[in-house]
C-alpha cells in the first residue's frame, strides 16, 4: 500500500470531487475503526491530496473549494450538540424547589388535612380554635421544612411568609365566593385558613 498514491489509498481518480474525496475517507475511516496503522495511513493520503488540490489551485490548474483552501481548518466535523432542554423554570427556583419523597408529601399531608378538618367541622368553637389551629400548622411546617435541610431560619422564614399570604389570599378569595356559594356554610376566617393549611403544605413538601 506504500507504492500506491494518496488517491490510490483512497481509492478514488485524481479527477475526483472533494466530496468524493471526503466520501471515500469517511468510509475507509469507518471499515477500519480501531486500526491506528490503517487509519494514519487514511489521514496521511488525505492531507496529501489536500495539499496537491491547493499546490494546483495556487497554478491556477483547479479551483478548490473554501472549506479546504486552509489545510489546518480540516477537520472532522464535530459531532452535533445534542440542543440542551429549555429550563421549564429560573435557576435560583430550582434551587428552592425539592423532588420529595411521597413520605415528604403524604405525612405533612395528613397533618394538614386534619388541622384544615378541625378549622371546618368544629366552628363552635370560634377565633380560638383557628388560631390554635394556625399556631399548630406553623410549627408543623416549620418541622417538616427543617427536617429537610437542618435550615432552621430559612424554614421559619418560608413558613412565616406562606403564613401570611395564605391568610390575605384565602381572605380575598373568601370575600368574593362565598356569597355566591351560600350552601356552603364556612365562615370568611375558616376558608382562608384552609387556604393558608394547602398552601403551607405545598410549601413544606415541595420547597427545600
Keep these: 500500500m506504500s507504492d500506491q498514491n494518496p488517491y490510490e489509498k483512497l481509492g478514488v481518480s485524481e479527477e475526483a470531487s472533494f466530496d468524493e474525496i471526503q466520501d471515500a475517507r469517511n468510509r475507509l475511516f469507518e471499515q477500519h475503526n480501531g486500526d491506528a496503522k490503517h487509519l494514519e495511513v487514511i489521514e496521511a493520503a488525505y492531507d496529501a491530496i489536500l495539499m496537491d488540490r491547493l499546490r494546483m489551485r495556487q497554478e491556477g490548474k483547479i479551483k478548490v473549494p473554501e472549506r479546504i483552501r486552509f489545510p489546518e481548518l480540516r477537520v472532522q466535523s464535530p459531532p452535533k450538540e445534542s440542543p440542551t432542554p429549555r429550563q421549564q423554570s429560573p435557576a435560583w427556583l430550582q434551587r428552592m424547589l425539592d423532588q420529595p419523597t411521597p413520605a415528604d408529601i ?55 411568609v406562606s403564613l401570611i399570604i395564605g391568610l390575605i389570599a384565602g381572605g380575598l378569595v373568601a370575600s368574593w365566593l362565598l356569597p355566591q356559594i351560600s350552601f356552603i356554610s364556612l365562615g370568611i376566617n375558616q376558608f382562608s385558613t384552609v387556604v393558608t393549611f394547602i398552601l403551607l403544605w405545598l410549601v413544606s413538601s415541595f420547597l427545600r
Design 106 to 160: 403524604l405525612l405533612p399531608g395528613a397533618w394538614f388535612l386534619g388541622l384544615s378538618s378541625i378549622s371546618v367541622f368544629y366552628p363552635e368553637g370560634g377565633d380560638q380554635v383557628l388560631q390554635l389551629a394556625l399556631v399548630v400548622g406553623v410549627g408543623t411546617s416549620i418541622y417538616f421544612l427543617n427536617r429537610k435541610e437542618g435550615k432552621f431560619g430559612r424554614a421559619v422564614l418560608f413558613t412565616l
